[in-house]
């Protein structure tokens, strides 16, 4: 009985050591698993933030490179005959039906500018009268016309004839997806 006594404390040392050597070779590839797993994880986080970085370059990129397009296209049209005429008309020139129509095609601009302006708005202060994509009508009889003289106050502050205003908050001319006659939509200027 004694033997067998002795083979158990034996086999307890055995796994002792056994245990031990079993966490000497398993905590250094835990700790340097770890470690592999953190690095590899900053570095993937690193070239992840480099990617987003070159694409938000990119699309700033584009979006300057489209409204340079749009701006030197507005530029170019408003030396035109057509454009003239339409800031020198002294009042809604509704019987000149083919002037309008030629400036009004001007102002809509060429098909590659359809994804991009949804809209347009001509406004004769001089004359008070509007022409937009949705009809004419003077600008005294704008329904929302609080907003369009805070939004001609706004534009008086830049010395540039053409820029772009940033006006997603602003109220819609639109009502359930329906277009408010006579209502100047400044929300996307």
């Not at 009985?1 to 031990?20: A, E, P």
């Not at 296209?73 to 057509?82: A, M, V």
């Not at 020139?93 to 060429?110: H, I, R, T, V």
């Not at 369009?148 to 908050?169: R, Y």
Request: proline letters at 2%; glycine letters at 6%.
């Amino acid at each position: 009985m004694k033997t067998v006594r002795k083979d158990r404390h034996g086999g307890k040392y055995q796994n002792r050591i056994f245990l031990l050597l079993l966490l000497m070779a398993v905590v250094p590839l835990l700790i340097a698993g770890s470690i592999s797993y953190k690095v590899y994880l900053d570095e993937v986080t690193r070239q992840t933030d480099l990617s987003m970085e070159a694409i938000e370059a990119q699309i700033c990129n584009d979006v300057e490179v489209t409204l340079s397009s749009i701006r030197q296209f507005y530029r170019e049209i408003s030396t035109d005959d057509q454009m003239s005429w339409l800031k020198e008309t002294g009042s809604i020139p509704y019987s000149d039906y083919s002037n309008l129509n030629e400036a009004q095609n001007l102002l809509k601009g060429p098909t590659y500018l359809d994804e991009y302006v949804g809209s347009y708005a001509f406004i004769n202060i001089m004359q008070d009268w509007v022409l937009t994509n949705n009809g004419m009508y003077r600008l005294s009889e704008a329904r929302n016309k609080e907003q369009v003289d805070a939004l001609l106050e706004k534009a008086a502050q830049f010395p540039s004839t053409l820029f772009w205003m940033n006006n997603v908050g602003e109220k819609s001319a639109y009502v359930n997806g329906i277009y408010q006659s006579k209502t100047l939509d400044v929300s996307g200027f």
